[in-house]
């Protein structure tokens, strides 16, 4: 196999799925079928802003709201989304405020925290008392901060690459993702191509074609990101004070919290050679042997593409089929 897992087990899947698109959805043996999946575009009005989310599966099944990286919009979750529709789940995958189609705010109401109260007016709007997070870079730290804030209402989280203090060499990739934000490029073609061509993101796939198409839009002379670098830089900024501090305080504080099942998925590539690791070994290995009952597993992927990996999509609709 090509991930490694600690303590994730398998399950029958048994969903009543609406048409819709046709995803794969794993069988009881691991193999993935075909399954049709309802999608629905929408916007929720916050005190702090709208937000703009998309939906997956059924709006009566039990709700799992997914939130993407620093930079990231809800296309992020394209690929695991209709997966996870398709054993059952209400799959609801947010632009965070400054992101994708969602309100760019004013300064100041950035940051893990504040993006963790979102989540929490999400539910609320959709009409869920409990609910289930999973999150993806920056937005496992959101999940964190959110199990800080009232961790009674959450059934269940899942992490992807991020649970601690990443490597520090890998502020150079990063760095150099950001570096788009702002930036007008002749045409959407241009703007894809330069991301298929950094070579970070491999295997390409339509998923990351739609991801950047979707993250485009038209300006004066072409089109620019979405993502708004100020949102960026204060979110960024809150990460970097949560990064400062030892193994027991700062974003390692947040561990203490997390008193619902928890699953957190490490990609074992680093972005490009040399450069580190977001969820580095040590972490992963703390994480498990600190937070009680949390299920491990390691997925032959790096930060980027362990959103698009079939091993990702199935550890995390068996350990959501446990519950």
Known sequence: MARRCVGVGTSSYGASIAAGSQVDAPAVDGVW??????????????ESGRLHAKRHGSPDAPLVLCV???????MSFEFLGPRLAAVGLQVVVLDLRGRGKSDATVVGSYGWVKHAADLFGVADHIGARRF???????????TMAAAAQDATRLDRIALIDLCGVPDPSTSGPIGASVARLGVVFP???AYIDLARNAGVIAPWSDAWEQYFRYD?????????????????????????????????????GLWKSLTMPALVIRAR????????????????????????????????????TVVTDDDTALAITEFFAVG
């Open 216 to 252: 485009a839009r038209p300006v004066d002379g072409g089109v620019q990101s979405r993502t708004s670098a100020v949102a960026v830089m204060e979110d960024a900024m809150f990460g970097q004070g949560a990064f400062a501090f030892g193994d027991s305080a700062g974003v390692y």
């Open 68 to 74: 993407p990286g620093l930079s990231a919009n809800l």
């Open 187 to 189: 045409s959407v073609e």
């Open 269 to 304: 590539r680093e972005m490009t050679a040399g450069t580190g690791y977001i969820l580095t070994p040590r972490d992963f290995e703390r994480f498990v042997a600190t937070v009680p009952g949390a299920k491990a597993v390691e997925v032959d992927a790096n930060h980027y």
């Open 132 to 142: 289930s997070l999973i999150g993806h870079s920056m937005g496992a730290a959101v």
């Open 33 to 46: 079928h075909h399954a049709a999946v309802v999608e629905a575009e929408f916007d929720i009005q916050l």
